[in-house]
């Protein structure tokens, strides 16, 4: 099928049209914040799922009900998507929502309300690789090509939700002072009660250390694998065949070592470089 048939442009960036429509996109523009909602903001395989199944968690003290009884993409529902407007009413204040949008694209009710935004980073070149292995195994995206020809695509923006620095320039030049927190993901893999006690602080939520190490052992990546409501299975093989690649695939910092030759990592490296030259923030990772 052609990249017509399969994305929407909206704004320049590349949506799947599986999961987007004019309609969706219309209604995120038009949706009420609310003060108390808590919006997730990732760029395409940082960790989606992962905060999917944290932030409901955190916010309800440690009640694993959501976790066990509600699919992931209606738990904290994407912005963006169509399933937004099915499951709207259904959501529970203090309500999480979870955005691929860079800041630019978020609607008016999102700047004049006091929704915090916890906004999630993950090393570019295991975005690479994680992605590479999702377009091959979700059937509603282009094939990737060859690993070379998708770090291309992905360094040109022709993939999910466009350039990856695009995204990290948005949020990170956005004025949102105490309303915006800054997780990676390699600090989440590395100590995940450290980061959920994090969440937890910024969400004002008091969770004792009993509950942070209840969420933590029921978000780990092998939790997650075995969660049916988070592990992508109840969706048909045919849109996402697990046969090829499963969606929680490796779960971990640094596998880009296994996939990029040298001229490769030069290649990324001094692009992203470049296009982060003179910005007043700096990465949290050594792109080397
Ligand atoms: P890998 O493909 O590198 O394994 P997203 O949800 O944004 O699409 O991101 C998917 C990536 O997050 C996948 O990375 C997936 O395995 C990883 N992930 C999801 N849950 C995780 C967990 N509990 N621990 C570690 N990684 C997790």
């Not at 003060?35 to 940082?46: G, H, L, R, W």
């Not at 912005?79 to 691929?100: C, I, M, N, W, Y």
């Not at 091959?136 to 620095?165: H, N, R, S």
Request: net charge positive.
């Amino acid at each position: 099928m052609s990249s017509e048939k399969m994305y929407l442009l909206h704004r320049g960036l590349m949506l799947p049209k599986d999961a987007h429509s004019v309609e969706s996109l219309k209604f995120a523009q038009e949706f009420t914040f609310q003060d108390e909602d808590v919006t997730v903001v990732v760029y395409p395989k940082s960790g989606t799922v992962w905060m999917q199944e944290i932030l409901p968690l955190v916010l309800n003290g440690g009640d694993l009900t959501p976790i066990q009884t509600v699919p992931n993409w209606d738990r904290v529902p994407w912005l963006e998507e169509k399933r937004l407007a099915l499951v709207v009413d259904k959501l529970k204040s203090p309500r999480g929502l979870v955005t691929h949008f860079p800041y630019h694209l978020m609607p008016p009710s999102f700047h004049s309300s006091k929704a915090k935004v916890i906004y999630v980073m993950r090393n570019p070149k295991d975005i690479v690789v994680s992605s590479y292995y999702y377009h091959k195994m979700a059937e509603f995206l282009e094939p990737p090509g060859t690993f070379d020809e998708f770090i291309e695509k992905f360094l040109k923006g022709k993939v999910l939700f466009g350039k990856w620095t695009d995204h990290v320039k948005s949020w990170r030049g956005a004025d949102l002072g105490h309303r915006i927190m800054y997780i990676t993901y390699e600090e989440m893999v590395q100590d995940l009660p450290a980061a959920i006690r994090r969440i937890s602080d910024f969400l004002g939520r008091k969770l004792s250390e009993e509950a942070i190490q209840k969420i933590a052992e029921h978000c780990s990546f092998r939790s997650m694998k075995n969660n049916n409501m988070s592990n992508f299975s109840l969706v048909p093989k045919k849109y996402m065949n697990s046969d090829i690649s499963p969606f929680l695939r490796k779960g971990v910092a640094g596998d880009w070592k296994n996939h990029f030759s040298p001229e490769q990592l030069a290649r990324l490296t001094s692009v992203i470089r470049k296009e982060l030259e003179g910005e007043s923030f700096s990465l949290p990772w050594s792109l080397d």
